[in-house]
Structure formats: structure tokens, C-alpha cells
């Protein structure tokens, strides 16, 4: 019976979320939390949606609270997200450093390295992974072009020359 009632309130949550009501589906997820305090799936959704909000520290609690229980990628490449936004790219970096410990090519996790790694101001090392990534997956060189975080650098020659 519970369990039904866990998928039926994920499921809402989830409807929720593709209506593009994340506030709707945050309350879908709080009443998962609230039966299931650990619940995986719910932290991992509660999370994303915090970090749509721009409220990054409590996202990063879901998702601390999703990696005490397992190794998770994604948990992992979210919390590294929610640690960029807020200026601490070292953590950041660390976070999508242990996802590439598992997946050495996730070239979600090298592109946001890139741009922590940028942002930090270690520019030379930045570039040199999105040279990378761009490698693995053209896409990431128009999105590279239009990332926030590289506007600083868009007119170094080394940006151009792994852009166009």
C-alpha cells in the first residue's frame, strides 16, 4: 500500500515537472520525504528542482543526503552544479572529478570541470578540457559560445580556435 502510494505521488511529481510546475511537484516530492525520509528518487527530483530555484545550499542537501546512502552520479554532478553556482568551484571541480573517476569521458562532467575550472581562473586548464569535450561531442562548442561563464575568455584566441 505505501508503495503504491509513493509511486502515485512520484508519478504526480513528475507531471508536475513536465507542465513545468516545479513549485506543484516540489510538494509531490515533500509528501515522498515525508513517508520516506531517504527517499532516493524524491532527494534526487527535490534537488534539481532547489537548484531551478537558484537555492543551491538546500539542493546540495539532497543531494549530500542521496550520497550518504549511495554513490550517484547524477547526485554528484548536481551537487558540483549547485557548488559552481555559488563560487566554490574547488568543491565543484572535486565533485566532477569523482564522477570522472567512473566515467572518464562524461562529457557533462568535463564541460562543467571546464568551466569551474575557467571560472576559478585556471584558464589554460579549462580550455584544455573543453578542447576535449568539444572532441567527444561537437555540441558543446555552441554551447561554449554562448555559456555565461566563458564570456570573459570569448576573445582569447584559445577560445576561439576550440570554438569555431
Known amino acids: 500500500m505505501m508503495s503504491e502510494s509513493i509511486e502515485s505521488l512520484l508519478k504526480s511529481g513528475q507531471t ?9 511537484a516540489m510538494v509531490f516530492y515533500d509528501q515522498v520525504l515525508a513517508i520516506d525520509p531517504q527517499h532516493i528518487e524524491a532527494l534526487l527530483k527535490k534537488g534539481h528542482i532547489l537548484g531551478k530555484l537558484a537555492r543551491y545550499q538546500q539542493a546540495i542537501i539532497h543531494y549530500d543526503n542521496v550520497l550518504s546512502q549511495e554513490e550517484n ?3 554528484l554532478l548536481n551537487k558540483g552544479l549547485a557548488h559552481h553556482y555559488i ?4 568543491v565543484a571541480i572535486d565533485c566532477f572529478d569523482k564522477v570522472l573517476k567512473d566515467k572518464p569521458k562524461n562529457t557533462t562532467a568535463l564541460y ?5 575550472l575557467v571560472k576559478s581562473g585556471r584558464i589554460d586548464d579549462g580550455l584544455k578540457i573543453l578542447s576535449d569535450v568539444i572532441k567527444l561531442d561537437f555540441s558543446f562548442k555552441a554551447k561554449a559560445k554562448s555559456d555565461i561563464d566563458f564570456e570573459g575568455i570569448r576573445k582569447l584566441n584559445e577560445f576561439k580556435e576550440i570554438t569555431i
Do not use: E, F, R, V
Not at 515537472?17 to 516545479?22: A, F, S
Not at 563560487?87 to 574547488?90: A, I, L
Not at 562543467?112 to 569551474?116: D, I, L, Q, V, Y
Open 16 to 24: 508536475s515537472l513536465n507542465l513545468g510546475n516545479p513549485k506543484d
Open 73 to 75: 552520479l547524477l547526485a
Open 87 to 90: 563560487g566554490q568551484c574547488d
Open 112 to 116: 562543467n570541470k571546464a568551466s569551474s
